[in-house]
Structure formats: structure tokens, C-alpha cells
């Protein structure tokens, strides 16, 4: 599985294929397979070939977003369990956070 994200580094990885395989295509193909290349942020080449090998290809939309409250949460967490053990707060109700983040109980 190949997880494509649309946001963060870029690491450059040299690898030496020995093999070329060229193919035509109609115009409308081509742009179609580019189009879902870019947002893979692949080029035509490792997009063609990964799918041709039946590796999967996700794609995150958004994915920065959910970080960034994902973040948020865990500050607002961390704030809690502060008062918590500054004897300000007894407990803290965790499950309306479980029942929205974790649906399927991983935790």
C-alpha cells in the first residue's frame, strides 16, 4: 500500500530500473491517467506501475486539517489531565472524544 499524501516533505529515493515498457494510449486515457497522477502527487510512471501491479493507492484529502485538530485535541486533553492531577478536576469524560475519534474502539 502506498499512501500518497498531499502535504509534507518530500524524500528523493534513486531507484535503478532496468526495464522499459512503453504503451500507446488515446488522448482522453492519457489525460485521465495524468489527472489521477497528479493528485497522487506520482508521475505518470510510478502511478502507471504501481497500478498495474495492483498495489493500492490512497489518496488523504484533508489530511492536514484532521492533523491539525487532532492536535488540538490531545492539547486540550493534556490541559485536563493538568487539572486533573492538580486536584482542580476529579474526572474527565473521555467518551464523547472515543465515540467521534475511535468509532470501531481502537483504543
Known amino acids: 500500500m502506498l499512501l500518497a499524501f498531499l502535504y509534507g516533505k518530500k524524500e528523493t529515493i534513486t531507484i535503478k530500473k532496468e526495464r522499459f515498457i512503453g504503451f500507446r494510449v488515446k488522448e482522453t486515457e492519457y489525460s485521465q491517467i495524468e489527472r489521477k497522477a497528479k ?8 502511478y502507471v ?10 489518496i488523504y484529502d484533508g ?21 486533573v492531577h492538580q486536584g482542580k478536576l476529579n474526572t474527565i469524560d473521555i467518551m464523547p472524544i472515543k465515540r467521534r475519534y475511535m468509532p470501531y474502539g481502537y483504543c
Open 39 to 46: 493528485r497522487a502527487k506520482m508521475n505518470i510512471s510510478q
Open 49 to 58: 506501475c504501481l497500478q498495474a501491479l495492483e498495489r493500492d493507492i490512497r
Open 63 to 83: 489530511l492536514k486539517e484532521h492533523t491539525r485538530q487532532l492536535s488540538r485535541l490531545g492539547g486540550n486533553f493534556n490541559q485536563a489531565l493538568i487539572l
